[in-house]
């Protein structure tokens, strides 16, 4: 059950969700993100979203006299779940239109709990340091710079690892450690290919098999290494993109960029590099990974593009190349 709770949000950016939320389905409709497939519209249980709430509202201690700050789109998952978990707090609930500058025109004193995707990292800081007790970070990877950023703050930021399917987030990890920890209701183990497999005795869908490859500590606790569909297997060694952009950020400026496959007569496949900006040095960031990186990790070759295309949470499309 939901207690009564306050929604500020003069533009009604979420009446049409709050609407859905209080009607008498026992469903609602939400659609996936895109980023490892066509978007789609799935039906999830209200009682689920109940559950994976009180789950985020107990690990951070909301409750009627707290304060949550939205700046997400209540068309995903995400945003909705914000609405939710101050319904079943009883709290209070702040709706912004998205943005990269979220808070700079919210007058009210604090938010003990803000969700935000990592394009909005630095502008949250620039307009709300010292109101933010904790923020949790998801939609897409935080790059080591972003990383860095979060823990200089001293706000609890913490990134969060969930799906559409789940209701949001299963597990969130400190910002200084690759640790993902298990909600309140979930567990963990892994599958034939290394594939992370999400359990829950209260959740409806019981047990979920992702195709996140995980190095798994315990049953309540992983590192996440990247997606099965994108490793690439280069004379033999199996090469996560994920783990080695992490690596090689470091030298590629503010550039964004994935990695990827390319067929090679060599190797079978050979890891390659595609990165946005057209007036990029490519040869001034390959002497540098030449100089830092482990050769195996090296990208065998560039591709430059003016715009690398993304999900609506800022999450980069990958493409391999053929």
């Not at 996936?32 to 509202?57: F, Q, Y």
């Not at 950023?149 to 597990?171: K, L």
Request: proline content about 5%.
């Amino acid at each position: 059950m939901t207690r009564s709770y306050r929604i500020i949000d003069p533009e009604g950016l979420a009446a049409a969700f709050v609407e859905e939320w209080q009607n008498d389905k026992d469903h609602i409709t939400a659609r996936t993100s895109g980023s490892t497939g066509t978007p789609k519209d799935i039906h999830l249980l209200k009682a689920d979203m109940e559950l994976s709430a009180r789950a985020t509202c107990h690990h951070f201690g909301i409750g009627p006299e707290s304060v949550l700050f939205c700046p997400l789109s209540t068309d995903y998952i995400a945003g909705k779940m914000m609405i939710v978990r101050a319904a079943v707090a009883g709290a209070t609930v702040v709706v912004e239109r998205p943005s990269s500058t979220p808070m700079a025109h919210w007058t009210l004193d604090r938010a003990d709990l803000t969700a935000i995707v990592p394009s909005q990292i630095e502008g949250l800081l620039a307009n709300g340091r010292g109101r933010l007790r904790s923020v949790i970070v998801g939609g897409a990877p935080v790059t080591p710079e972003q990383e860095r950023i979060m823990t200089d703050s001293g706000i609890d930021f913490r990134a969060t690892y969930g799906m559409t399917e789940t209701c949001s987030h299963v597990a969130l990890r400190r910002i200084d450690s690759r640790r993902f920890e298990a909600l309140p209701g979930f567990s963990f183990h892994t599958d034939d290919r290394g594939c992370l497999v999400i359990e829950s005795g209260s959740m409806s869908f019981g047990r979920l098999v992702t195709n996140d490859i995980v190095k798994l500590h315990d049953n309540k606790s992983f590192q996440w290494l990247g997606r099965y569909d994108n490793v690439i297997i280069s004379g033999g060694i199996k090469l996560f993109p994920e783990e080695i952009e992490r690596e090689i950020a470091p030298y590629t400026g503010s550039h964004a960029f994935y990695l990827t496959g390319r067929k090679s007569e060599r190797w079978g496949e050979e890891l390659v590099m595609v990165i946005e900006c057209e007036d990029v040095d490519i040869e001034a960031i390959d002497r540098a990974l030449s100089l830092h990186i482990d050769h195996r990790h090296k990208p065998k070759g560039y591709i430059v593009k003016r715009e690398l295309p993304r999900t609506p949470t800022g999450k980069l499309l990958r493409h391999r190349i053929k």
